[in-house]
Protein backbone atom coordinates (compact mmCIF):
# COMPACT_ATOMS: atom_id res chain seq x y z
CA UNK A 1 0.00 0.00 0.00
CA UNK A 2 2.65 2.46 1.28
CA UNK A 3 4.59 1.83 -2.04
CA UNK A 4 1.35 2.62 -4.33
CA UNK A 5 1.19 6.04 -2.35
CA UNK A 6 4.86 7.31 -3.28
CA UNK A 7 4.70 5.95 -6.93
CA UNK A 8 1.52 8.29 -6.91
CA UNK A 9 3.46 10.93 -5.96
CA UNK A 10 6.63 10.98 -8.09
CA UNK A 11 6.03 11.98 -11.51
CA UNK A 12 7.21 10.59 -14.40
CA UNK A 13 11.08 11.23 -15.08
CA UNK A 14 12.52 10.85 -18.01
CA UNK A 15 15.83 8.63 -18.48
CA UNK A 16 17.77 11.49 -19.81
CA UNK A 17 16.68 13.28 -16.74
CA UNK A 18 17.43 10.51 -14.40
CA UNK A 19 21.18 9.74 -15.65
CA UNK A 20 22.55 13.45 -15.12
CA UNK A 21 20.65 16.20 -13.19
CA UNK A 22 21.87 19.83 -13.17
CA UNK A 23 21.32 22.51 -11.35
CA UNK A 24 22.23 26.23 -11.66
CA UNK A 25 25.03 28.32 -9.33
CA UNK A 26 22.53 30.67 -8.38
CA UNK A 27 20.58 27.66 -6.49
CA UNK A 28 21.34 27.04 -2.83
CA UNK A 29 18.06 24.91 -2.35
CA UNK A 30 21.00 22.14 -1.76
CA UNK A 31 19.19 19.44 -3.83
CA UNK A 32 17.91 18.33 -6.82
CA UNK A 33 14.11 17.05 -6.94
CA UNK A 34 12.28 15.38 -8.52
CA UNK A 35 8.85 15.47 -6.73
CA UNK A 36 6.64 18.09 -4.91
CA UNK A 37 6.24 16.22 -1.64
CA UNK A 38 8.66 16.01 1.12
CA UNK A 39 8.62 13.04 3.17
CA UNK A 40 10.01 13.68 6.98
CA UNK A 41 11.61 11.87 9.27
CA UNK A 42 10.81 12.13 12.84
CA UNK A 43 13.78 11.18 14.58
CA UNK A 44 16.19 13.16 12.54
CA UNK A 45 14.55 16.35 14.41
CA UNK A 46 14.84 18.79 11.69
CA UNK A 47 12.73 22.32 12.45
CA UNK A 48 10.77 23.31 10.12
CA UNK A 49 11.63 25.77 6.88
CA UNK A 50 12.78 29.12 8.19
CA UNK A 51 12.91 32.59 6.60
CA UNK A 52 15.93 32.59 5.03
CA UNK A 53 14.79 28.89 3.41
CA UNK A 54 11.79 30.06 1.85
CA UNK A 55 13.12 32.64 0.37
CA UNK A 56 15.75 30.64 -1.37
CA UNK A 57 12.40 28.36 -2.53
CA UNK A 58 10.67 31.58 -3.72
CA UNK A 59 13.36 33.13 -5.91
CA UNK A 60 14.58 29.45 -7.51
CA UNK A 61 10.95 29.17 -8.39
CA UNK A 62 10.90 32.89 -9.68
CA UNK A 63 13.69 31.90 -12.25
CA UNK A 64 13.94 28.79 -13.02
CA UNK A 65 17.58 27.93 -14.27
CA UNK A 66 17.96 26.97 -17.56
CA UNK A 67 18.97 23.46 -17.71
CA UNK A 68 22.07 22.90 -20.23
CA UNK A 69 22.40 20.95 -23.33
CA UNK A 70 22.58 16.98 -22.78
CA UNK A 71 25.71 14.88 -23.31
CA UNK A 72 29.39 14.70 -22.28
CA UNK A 73 30.74 17.35 -19.94
CA UNK A 74 33.63 19.11 -21.39
CA UNK A 75 37.23 18.60 -20.26
CA UNK A 76 38.20 22.03 -19.40
CA UNK A 77 41.64 22.93 -19.19
CA UNK A 78 44.02 23.23 -16.23
CA UNK A 79 44.47 26.60 -14.47
CA UNK A 80 48.45 26.66 -15.36
CA UNK A 81 47.38 25.97 -19.00
CA UNK A 82 45.95 29.64 -19.12
CA UNK A 83 46.51 33.29 -18.87
CA UNK A 84 46.00 34.64 -15.31
CA UNK A 85 43.58 37.14 -17.04
CA UNK A 86 41.28 33.63 -17.76
CA UNK A 87 41.74 31.83 -14.98
CA UNK A 88 38.69 33.90 -13.18
CA UNK A 89 36.57 33.01 -16.50
CA UNK A 90 37.86 29.08 -16.21
CA UNK A 91 37.34 28.85 -12.27
CA UNK A 92 33.58 29.74 -12.98
CA UNK A 93 33.27 27.29 -15.87
CA UNK A 94 34.73 24.71 -13.42
CA UNK A 95 32.07 25.29 -11.13
CA UNK A 96 29.37 24.75 -13.70
CA UNK A 97 30.82 21.37 -14.51
CA UNK A 98 30.56 20.48 -10.26
CA UNK A 99 26.85 21.41 -10.04
CA UNK A 100 26.50 18.32 -12.12
CA UNK A 101 24.68 15.65 -9.88
CA UNK A 102 25.39 11.91 -10.52
CA UNK A 103 23.95 8.84 -9.65
CA UNK A 104 26.54 6.92 -7.52
CA UNK A 105 24.32 3.74 -6.72
CA UNK A 106 25.26 2.36 -10.53
CA UNK A 107 28.94 2.28 -10.74
CA UNK A 108 28.74 1.41 -14.29
CA UNK A 109 26.79 4.83 -15.19
CA UNK A 110 28.45 7.54 -16.37
CA UNK A 111 32.38 6.71 -15.23
CA UNK A 112 34.15 9.11 -17.31
CA UNK A 113 31.67 12.01 -16.51
CA UNK A 114 32.22 11.23 -12.97
CA UNK A 115 35.72 11.55 -13.07
CA UNK A 116 35.85 14.39 -15.13
CA UNK A 117 34.04 16.44 -11.99
CA UNK A 118 36.12 14.60 -9.44
CA UNK A 119 39.37 16.26 -10.98
CA UNK A 120 37.88 19.39 -11.48
CA UNK A 121 37.37 19.48 -8.03
CA UNK A 122 40.68 18.31 -7.00
CA UNK A 123 42.03 21.36 -9.56
CA UNK A 124 39.39 23.98 -7.34
CA UNK A 125 41.26 22.71 -4.13
CA UNK A 126 44.59 23.03 -5.55
CA UNK A 127 43.69 26.56 -6.83
CA UNK A 128 41.80 27.59 -3.52
CA UNK A 129 45.21 26.01 -1.40
CA UNK A 130 47.73 27.31 -3.75
CA UNK A 131 46.35 31.13 -3.75
CA UNK A 132 47.82 31.62 -6.98
CA UNK A 133 45.03 33.82 -7.96
CA UNK A 134 42.57 36.06 -5.49
CA UNK A 135 38.80 34.86 -6.18
CA UNK A 136 36.09 38.08 -7.53
CA UNK A 137 33.32 38.03 -4.89
CA UNK A 138 30.96 37.26 -7.84
CA UNK A 139 33.39 33.54 -8.16
CA UNK A 140 33.21 33.53 -3.87
CA UNK A 141 29.08 33.59 -4.03
CA UNK A 142 28.85 31.23 -6.48
CA UNK A 143 31.47 28.70 -5.14
CA UNK A 144 29.86 28.60 -1.88
CA UNK A 145 26.24 27.99 -4.09
CA UNK A 146 28.35 24.84 -5.81
CA UNK A 147 29.63 23.45 -2.43
CA UNK A 148 25.91 23.77 -1.14
CA UNK A 149 24.44 22.50 -4.23
CA UNK A 150 26.48 19.08 -3.53
CA UNK A 151 26.35 18.91 0.59
CA UNK A 152 23.37 20.01 1.35
CA UNK A 153 20.81 16.89 0.72
CA UNK A 154 18.14 15.28 2.97
CA UNK A 155 20.38 12.50 4.55
CA UNK A 156 18.18 9.04 4.17
CA UNK A 157 16.67 7.42 6.97
CA UNK A 158 18.22 5.92 10.39
CA UNK A 159 18.49 2.00 10.07
CA UNK A 160 16.18 1.49 12.99
CA UNK A 161 13.32 3.76 10.81
CA UNK A 162 13.97 1.23 8.01
CA UNK A 163 12.91 -1.68 10.35
CA UNK A 164 10.76 0.04 12.01
CA UNK A 165 12.59 -1.04 15.46
CA UNK A 166 13.17 1.52 18.12
CA UNK A 167 15.19 -0.61 20.75
CA UNK A 168 18.20 -1.25 18.37
CA UNK A 169 21.35 -0.16 19.79
CA UNK A 170 23.19 2.68 18.59
CA UNK A 171 26.87 1.31 19.11
CA UNK A 172 25.78 -1.95 17.19
CA UNK A 173 24.85 -0.82 13.92
CA UNK A 174 26.57 -0.70 10.67
CA UNK A 175 27.02 3.34 9.91
CA UNK A 176 25.94 4.24 6.77
CA UNK A 177 28.64 4.90 4.37
CA UNK A 178 27.66 8.20 1.65
CA UNK A 179 28.15 6.33 -2.05
CA UNK A 180 29.08 9.86 -3.21
CA UNK A 181 31.83 10.37 -0.61
CA UNK A 182 34.74 10.97 -3.76
CA UNK A 183 32.93 13.76 -5.04
CA UNK A 184 30.99 14.97 -1.32
CA UNK A 185 34.37 14.95 0.05
CA UNK A 186 36.06 17.14 -2.29
CA UNK A 187 33.95 19.57 -2.07
CA UNK A 188 34.01 19.45 2.22
CA UNK A 189 37.75 19.89 1.61
CA UNK A 190 36.92 23.06 -0.61
CA UNK A 191 34.74 24.43 1.65
CA UNK A 192 37.35 23.92 4.48
CA UNK A 193 40.62 25.56 1.99
CA UNK A 194 37.73 28.40 1.46
CA UNK A 195 37.10 29.12 5.08
CA UNK A 196 40.82 29.07 6.46
CA UNK A 197 42.35 30.58 3.23
CA UNK A 198 43.97 34.03 4.37
CA UNK A 199 42.86 35.34 0.87
CA UNK A 200 38.89 35.00 2.32
CA UNK A 201 37.49 38.34 3.67
CA UNK A 202 35.07 37.39 6.32
CA UNK A 203 33.11 41.04 5.33
CA UNK A 204 32.77 39.64 1.96
CA UNK A 205 32.09 35.52 3.08
CA UNK A 206 29.74 36.43 5.85
CA UNK A 207 27.34 37.12 3.19
CA UNK A 208 27.55 33.44 1.04
CA UNK A 209 28.34 31.78 4.97
CA UNK A 210 25.34 33.00 6.49
CA UNK A 211 23.16 32.17 9.09
CA UNK A 212 21.16 29.97 6.75
CA UNK A 213 24.25 28.26 5.40
CA UNK A 214 25.26 27.35 9.14
CA UNK A 215 22.04 25.79 10.35
CA UNK A 216 21.47 23.94 7.20
CA UNK A 217 25.68 22.70 7.84
CA UNK A 218 24.48 21.57 11.37
CA UNK A 219 21.31 19.77 10.12
CA UNK A 220 24.46 17.08 8.60
CA UNK A 221 26.22 16.53 11.39
CA UNK A 222 23.02 13.96 11.98
CA UNK A 223 24.75 11.74 9.02
CA UNK A 224 25.97 8.41 10.12
CA UNK A 225 28.76 8.56 7.81
CA UNK A 226 32.10 9.48 10.76
CA UNK A 227 33.89 10.52 7.51
CA UNK A 228 31.05 13.19 7.02
CA UNK A 229 30.85 14.34 10.35
CA UNK A 230 34.37 14.44 10.83
CA UNK A 231 34.84 16.90 7.95
CA UNK A 232 32.17 19.07 9.36
CA UNK A 233 33.29 19.14 12.78
CA UNK A 234 36.52 20.88 11.14
CA UNK A 235 34.58 23.54 8.94
CA UNK A 236 32.25 24.34 11.44
CA UNK A 237 35.50 24.91 14.27
CA UNK A 238 36.98 26.93 11.50
CA UNK A 239 33.92 29.04 10.71
CA UNK A 240 33.40 29.58 14.50
CA UNK A 241 37.10 30.86 15.20
CA UNK A 242 37.09 32.98 11.59
CA UNK A 243 33.62 34.57 11.67
CA UNK A 244 33.24 36.16 15.36
CA UNK A 245 30.11 37.16 14.19
CA UNK A 246 28.42 34.08 13.55
CA UNK A 247 29.57 32.53 17.63
CA UNK A 248 26.57 33.70 19.45
CA UNK A 249 24.21 32.24 16.74
CA UNK A 250 26.50 28.86 16.03
CA UNK A 251 26.19 28.24 20.32
CA UNK A 252 22.61 28.40 20.57
CA UNK A 253 21.94 26.83 17.38
CA UNK A 254 24.35 23.43 19.25
CA UNK A 255 21.79 24.60 22.28
CA UNK A 256 18.85 23.95 20.15
CA UNK A 257 20.05 20.41 18.68
CA UNK A 258 21.09 19.31 22.27
CA UNK A 259 17.94 20.34 23.30
CA UNK A 260 15.92 18.19 20.60
CA UNK A 261 18.08 15.14 21.42
CA UNK A 262 17.22 15.47 25.19
CA UNK A 263 13.65 15.78 25.40
CA UNK A 264 12.40 14.90 21.89
CA UNK A 265 13.92 12.82 19.28
CA UNK A 266 16.79 10.59 22.20
CA UNK A 267 18.77 9.53 18.74
CA UNK A 268 21.08 12.07 16.95
CA UNK A 269 24.78 10.40 14.82
CA UNK A 270 26.39 13.57 15.97
CA UNK A 271 26.53 14.69 19.38
CA UNK A 272 30.10 13.92 19.87
CA UNK A 273 31.45 16.08 17.35
CA UNK A 274 29.39 18.99 18.44
CA UNK A 275 30.71 18.14 22.01
CA UNK A 276 34.72 17.81 20.47
CA UNK A 277 34.00 21.69 19.18
CA UNK A 278 32.74 22.33 22.40
CA UNK A 279 34.98 21.56 24.20
CA UNK A 280 37.69 23.86 22.26
CA UNK A 281 35.34 26.39 22.78
CA UNK A 282 34.49 26.02 26.47
CA UNK A 283 38.32 26.33 27.15
CA UNK A 284 38.63 29.74 25.34
CA UNK A 285 35.59 31.33 27.40
CA UNK A 286 36.89 34.39 29.77
CA UNK A 287 37.04 34.51 32.87
CA UNK A 288 34.87 36.08 35.20
CA UNK A 289 32.40 33.58 32.86
CA UNK A 290 29.39 34.59 31.34
CA UNK A 291 26.14 33.81 32.62
CA UNK A 292 25.09 32.87 29.39
CA UNK A 293 27.86 30.01 29.51
CA UNK A 294 26.71 29.02 33.27
CA UNK A 295 22.99 28.50 31.63
CA UNK A 296 24.40 26.60 28.59
CA UNK A 297 26.26 24.12 31.71
CA UNK A 298 22.77 23.62 33.89
CA UNK A 299 20.16 23.38 30.99
CA UNK A 300 22.21 21.51 28.29
CA UNK A 301 25.73 20.03 28.70
CA UNK A 302 24.40 17.97 32.49
CA UNK A 303 21.15 17.08 31.09
CA UNK A 304 23.11 15.04 27.98
CA UNK A 305 23.71 12.66 30.99
CA UNK A 306 20.06 11.46 30.85
CA UNK A 307 19.90 10.13 27.34
CA UNK A 308 19.86 6.24 27.03
CA UNK A 309 23.25 6.24 24.18
CA UNK A 310 25.16 8.48 26.65
CA UNK A 311 28.07 5.65 26.23
CA UNK A 312 28.51 7.08 22.71
CA UNK A 313 29.72 10.65 23.47
CA UNK A 314 30.35 10.32 27.01
CA UNK A 315 34.18 10.86 26.77
CA UNK A 316 33.53 14.31 24.97
CA UNK A 317 30.97 15.56 27.53
CA UNK A 318 33.16 14.47 30.40
CA UNK A 319 35.75 16.59 28.90
CA UNK A 320 33.62 19.41 28.47
CA UNK A 321 31.86 19.38 31.78
CA UNK A 322 35.71 19.23 33.44
CA UNK A 323 36.70 22.13 31.45
CA UNK A 324 34.22 24.49 33.22
CA UNK A 325 35.24 23.07 36.47
CA UNK A 326 39.13 23.86 35.84
CA UNK A 327 37.86 27.46 34.39
CA UNK A 328 35.72 28.03 37.50
CA UNK A 329 35.86 25.64 40.12
CA UNK A 330 32.71 27.26 41.85
CA UNK A 331 30.92 25.57 39.54
CA UNK A 332 32.17 21.91 40.95
CA UNK A 333 29.15 21.38 43.19
CA UNK A 334 26.45 22.09 40.61
CA UNK A 335 28.13 19.37 38.16
CA UNK A 336 28.37 17.08 41.30
CA UNK A 337 25.07 17.70 41.95
CA UNK A 338 23.36 17.45 38.66
CA UNK A 339 25.33 14.22 38.21
CA UNK A 340 23.79 12.78 40.96
CA UNK A 341 20.16 14.14 39.65
CA UNK A 342 20.62 11.77 36.71
CA UNK A 343 22.94 9.15 38.20
CA UNK A 344 21.60 5.65 36.80
CA UNK A 345 19.52 3.25 38.54
CA UNK A 346 19.61 -0.25 37.19
CA UNK A 347 22.33 0.61 34.12
CA UNK A 348 26.07 -0.41 35.49
CA UNK A 349 28.03 0.38 32.49
CA UNK A 350 26.87 3.82 32.25
CA UNK A 351 26.95 3.80 36.43
CA UNK A 352 30.92 2.88 36.05
CA UNK A 353 31.54 5.85 32.97
CA UNK A 354 29.58 8.56 35.51
CA UNK A 355 32.21 7.27 38.60
CA UNK A 356 35.02 7.99 36.01
CA UNK A 357 33.40 11.44 34.94
CA UNK A 358 32.99 11.88 39.01
CA UNK A 359 36.56 11.28 39.53
CA UNK A 360 37.73 13.87 36.95
CA UNK A 361 35.18 16.76 38.66
CA UNK A 362 36.45 16.07 41.97
CA UNK A 363 39.84 16.47 40.85
CA UNK A 364 39.38 20.00 40.19
CA UNK A 365 36.59 20.01 43.04
CA UNK A 366 37.65 22.76 46.42
CA UNK A 367 37.27 22.36 50.13
CA UNK A 368 34.25 24.21 50.44
CA UNK A 369 32.66 22.94 47.38
CA UNK A 370 32.95 19.91 48.32
CA UNK A 371 31.50 20.41 51.81
CA UNK A 372 28.50 21.51 49.50
CA UNK A 373 27.06 18.54 48.38
CA UNK A 374 29.83 15.74 50.90
CA UNK A 375 26.28 13.95 52.28
CA UNK A 376 24.65 13.06 48.64
CA UNK A 377 27.84 12.30 46.95
CA UNK A 378 28.77 9.88 49.47
CA UNK A 379 25.13 8.68 50.44
CA UNK A 380 25.55 7.51 46.22
CA UNK A 381 29.14 6.64 46.59
CA UNK A 382 27.95 4.06 50.13
CA UNK A 383 25.60 2.32 47.38
CA UNK A 384 27.76 1.64 44.39
CA UNK A 385 30.41 0.42 46.80
CA UNK A 386 27.90 -2.43 47.40
CA UNK A 387 26.36 -2.53 44.51
CA UNK A 388 27.12 -6.38 43.10
CA UNK A 389 28.46 -5.62 40.02
CA UNK A 390 31.89 -6.03 40.79
CA UNK A 391 33.09 -3.32 37.80
CA UNK A 392 30.89 -0.88 39.88
CA UNK A 393 31.85 -1.62 43.03
CA UNK A 394 35.88 -1.51 42.01
CA UNK A 395 35.34 1.73 40.24
CA UNK A 396 33.57 3.33 43.25
CA UNK A 397 37.11 1.68 45.39
CA UNK A 398 39.48 3.43 42.79
CA UNK A 399 38.12 7.14 44.28
CA UNK A 400 40.66 6.49 46.91
CA UNK A 401 43.63 5.75 44.91
CA UNK A 402 43.25 9.77 43.82
CA UNK A 403 45.36 11.57 46.36
CA UNK A 404 43.67 15.06 45.80
CA UNK A 405 40.39 13.24 46.78
CA UNK A 406 41.87 11.54 49.60
CA UNK A 407 43.00 14.87 50.71
CA UNK A 408 39.45 16.11 50.75
CA UNK A 409 38.03 13.09 52.33
CA UNK A 410 40.72 13.28 55.07
CA UNK A 411 39.37 16.75 56.29
CA UNK A 412 35.97 15.78 56.11
CA UNK A 413 36.24 12.34 57.70
CA UNK A 414 34.11 12.78 60.81
CA UNK A 415 30.95 13.19 57.97
CA UNK A 416 31.97 10.40 55.77
CA UNK A 417 33.50 7.49 57.53
CA UNK A 418 30.20 7.02 59.70
CA UNK A 419 28.18 7.48 56.11
CA UNK A 420 30.30 4.81 54.45
CA UNK A 421 31.47 2.06 56.74
CA UNK A 422 28.67 -0.22 56.78
CA UNK A 423 29.06 -0.31 53.04
CA UNK A 424 33.10 -1.27 54.05
CA UNK A 425 32.16 -4.12 56.27
CA UNK A 426 29.53 -5.45 54.22
CA UNK A 427 31.91 -5.85 50.93
CA UNK A 428 34.88 -7.48 53.55
CA UNK A 429 32.47 -10.04 55.06
CA UNK A 430 30.10 -11.13 51.97
CA UNK A 431 31.45 -9.50 48.73
CA UNK A 432 31.35 -12.38 46.16
CA UNK A 433 34.56 -10.62 44.21
CA UNK A 434 37.86 -10.60 45.60
CA UNK A 435 38.90 -7.45 43.86
CA UNK A 436 36.29 -5.86 45.21
CA UNK A 437 37.25 -7.78 48.81
CA UNK A 438 40.70 -6.82 48.78
CA UNK A 439 40.19 -3.10 47.68
CA UNK A 440 37.79 -3.06 50.65
CA UNK A 441 40.52 -3.71 53.12
CA UNK A 442 42.89 -1.24 51.58
CA UNK A 443 40.20 1.36 51.88
CA UNK A 444 39.27 0.82 55.74
CA UNK A 445 43.13 0.54 56.52
CA UNK A 446 43.43 3.83 55.32
CA UNK A 447 40.71 5.30 57.39
CA UNK A 448 42.40 3.59 60.35
CA UNK A 449 45.49 5.25 59.55
CA UNK A 450 43.64 8.23 59.21
CA UNK A 451 41.91 8.42 62.10
CA UNK A 452 42.32 5.40 64.30
CA UNK A 453 39.71 6.63 67.92
CA UNK A 454 37.17 7.73 64.47
CA UNK A 455 37.66 4.17 63.18
CA UNK A 456 36.82 2.98 66.26
CA UNK A 457 33.84 4.68 67.18
CA UNK A 458 31.88 3.32 64.00
CA UNK A 459 33.42 0.11 64.43
CA UNK A 460 31.55 -0.37 68.11
CA UNK A 461 28.35 1.28 66.59
CA UNK A 462 28.64 -0.92 63.63
CA UNK A 463 28.48 -3.75 66.03
CA UNK A 464 26.05 -2.06 68.05
CA UNK A 465 23.43 -1.90 65.02
CA UNK A 466 24.25 -5.10 63.97
CA UNK A 467 23.53 -6.70 67.77
CA UNK A 468 20.27 -5.01 67.69
CA UNK A 469 19.64 -6.47 64.19
CA UNK A 470 20.36 -9.53 65.15
CA UNK A 471 18.13 -9.41 68.64
CA UNK A 472 15.63 -7.96 66.01
CA UNK A 473 16.03 -11.08 63.54
CA UNK A 474 15.35 -13.14 65.84
CA UNK A 475 12.50 -11.75 67.69
CA UNK A 476 10.71 -11.71 63.96
CA UNK A 477 11.25 -15.37 63.45
CA UNK A 478 10.27 -16.47 66.88
CA UNK A 479 6.62 -14.49 66.58
CA UNK A 480 5.96 -16.07 62.96
CA UNK A 481 6.66 -19.19 65.08
CA UNK A 482 4.58 -18.76 67.45
CA UNK A 483 1.72 -17.97 64.64
CA UNK A 484 2.35 -20.90 62.97
CA UNK A 485 2.03 -22.90 66.63
CA UNK A 486 -1.02 -21.27 66.58
CA UNK A 487 -2.60 -21.50 63.49
CA UNK A 488 -1.47 -25.91 63.96
CA UNK A 489 -3.22 -25.58 67.02
CA UNK A 490 -7.10 -24.28 65.12
CA UNK A 491 -6.36 -27.07 62.21
Known amino acids: MFNKIIKRSHRKV ?5 DLAYAAPGRSSGSVSTSTITVSHSSRGVPPPNLCQQQQITSAAASPPERPPLGTIENLPMFRDVLILERQSLFIRKLKICCYQFDFFDTLKMVREKEIKRQTLVELVDFIQSGSGKITESNQEEMV ?3 SLNIFRCLPPSSHENTGSENT ?24 RYVV ?37 TILHRIYGKFMVHRPFIRKAINNIFYRFIYETGRHNGIGELLEILGSIINGFALPMKEEHKLFLVRALIPLHKPKPVAMYHQQLSYCI ?15 MGLLKYWPVINSQKEVLFLGELEEVLEGTQAVEFQHCIVPLFGQIARSLNSSHFQVAERALFLWNNEHIVNLIAQNRNVILPMIFDALEKNIQSHWNQ ?15 MDAELYEDCRRQYAEREAKSTEFEEKRKLIWQKLAEVAALER
Open 197 to 233: SSDTDTKIAKRYIDHCFVLRLLDLFDSEDPREREYLK
Open 169 to 192: DPEEEDPYLEPSWPHLQLAYELLL
Open 322 to 336: TQFVEKDYKLADTVI
Open 145 to 147: NMI
Open 435 to 449: AVHGLSLNVRKLFMD
Open 14 to 18: AKSDV
